[in-house]
């Protein structure tokens, strides 16, 4: 049994179709307390990451129930087949490799592409050599957008409204930019977006741009990010399908298995969509979830709306989804998480979710993670000393500005992954009512 330091922990894996392991669904049903919190990872690439964050998060609840004697707190990881580039750091435990420098890919970073992108080898490596060796050429920029774009799966590529979130189509048939547009305007789009954040990018003649004829080397870094927010383009579609089907039905097995036992989902990243989008496919009548905890969502933060604001048609694909459930709906966000202020709006706008009324970099598009849950009314907004003086309400959408403590990290990232705080571990505790007495 896998020990990450706390009792009973239990691991509930799913595969890309949402298809779990019938003996750990079986442990998990057997869990021996009265409320369950299952942990959703994001971005990290092998179980033995993901752990590692479980680990981490799940440190401060047994002293935070100490004086709860009523509760048997027990706690499940869910791994689902992600991605993480290892230039992604997480604060505050221990990676096995060191951070990849510049545009180039390591050997994790590379083996992790190719387990993502099965029988895709020969075509990752080609990637991998383009960003190692910088070609200063047009037909180089041309290969690698070819390349890369040959990862995706036809899946993915079916219109906005197989991956959004929002329900919204930009037309039969319809394909994102980031799939079809000029591969050398996308990486100098990048290169400044990832200049915004504050990482050092190579200088071109005149900063992050180009001109056809001048020297394109500088726009190798806004390539690794084509490369990068590709993936997270079929990773979104997976996160979402892995919720839906996989996630959602499961908690309603539990529902009838163990009815008195308390469910409390938490998700990171993208780990949050995978736990929100679980409220599709929780079955009617399953009232054993009584809290979501989103912690850093990448995701947009109109997926809840009814409405969307500003004159636009259309809802959020899981428009008044939080009323399934027993509790409520808590996004903690920070601004300085840069991922999700800096490079997610534009890669949103780049994969379809109204990328031609929204051109370019639009901060209405900023992720649910970055400024809370918007256009859904009502929706209680706190700061976290306040929801950790007086709580959280019992149902419905809440936002928590969680900068006081998310606030440590690097460039292009920021703040994106700095979660494991106890203040956070409180905050899931007052969603679900546990130890209230």
Not at 367 to 372: F, R, V
């Amino acid at each position: 049994m896998t020990d990450i330091g706390v009792e009973p922990y239990r691991e509930i894996t799913f595969d890309a179709d949402g298809d779990t392991n019938p003996a750990e669904r079986t442990a998990l049903t057997g869990v021996d307390a009265t409320d369950l919190v299952l942990f959703c990872h994001g971005w990290n690439n092998t179980p033995s990451a993901a752990r590692s964050l479980y680990q981490a998060f799940f440190a401060p609840f047994p002293a935070l129930l100490a004086g709860s004697p009523q509760v048997r707190l027990g706690y499940g990881g869910v791994i689902w087949p992600s991605i993480r580039f290892t230039d992604e750091t997480i604060p505050d435990y221990p990676h096995a490799t060191e951070a990849a420098v510049g545009p180039g890919l390591d050997d994790a970073t590379v083996s992790a592409l190719k387990g993502f992108f099965p029988g895709q080898d020969a075509t990752v490596d080609q990637i991998a050599a383009h960003l190692a060796g910088q070609p200063d050429s047009e037909d180089a920029f041309n290969d690698f957008g070819r390349l890369t774009r040959q990862l995706v799966t036809t899946a993915a590529t079916s219109g906005a409204g197989a991956v959004g979130d929002l329900a919204v189509e930009d037309g039969p048939g319809a394909s994102p930019a980031i799939l079809t547009d000029d591969i050398l305007p996308l990486c100098q789009k990048f290169t400044a977006a990832l200049a915004d954040t504050g990482m050092a990018v190579q200088p071109g003649p005149a900063g992050p741009s180009f001109s056809i004829g001048g020297s394109l080397k500088h726009l190798w870094d806004g390539a690794k990010e084509v490369l990068r927010q590709t993936t997270y383009y079929e990773m979104k579609r997976r996160a979402g399908k892995v919720g839906q089907l996989g996630l959602g039905p499961l908690i309603g097995q539990l529902a009838a298995a163990r009815p008195e036992l308390r469910v409390h989902l938490v998700g990171h990243s993208q780990g949050a969509r995978v736990v929100a989008f679980a409220l599709k496919g929780l079955p009617a009548g399953a009232r054993n979830l009584k809290s979501v905890t989103l912690l850093e969502g990448a995701f947009s933060h109109y997926v809840f709306a009814e409405h969307l604001p500003d004159g636009l048609s259309g809802a959020g694909a899981l428009s008044d989804a939080q009323g399934r459930i027993d509790g409520p709906v808590v996004s903690c966000y920070s601004h300085f998480d840069t991922a999700l202020g800096v490079i997610y709006p534009l890669a949103s706008a780049l994969s379809g979710d109204y990328a031609s009324a929204l051109p370019g970099l639009d901060r209405r598009w900023w992720a649910i993670g970055h400024d809370g849950i918007q256009a859904v009314s009502p929706c209680t907004t706190l700061t976290l000393a306040e929801a950790l003086r007086d709580g959280v309400p019992d149902s419905g959408c809440v936002s928590v500005d969680a900068a006081a403590v998310v606030k440590d990290g690097g460039p292009p990232s920021g703040a994106h992954s700095d979660i494991c705080h106890q203040e956070l571990a409180q905050v899931v505790l007052a969603a679900g009512r546990i130890g209230r007495t």
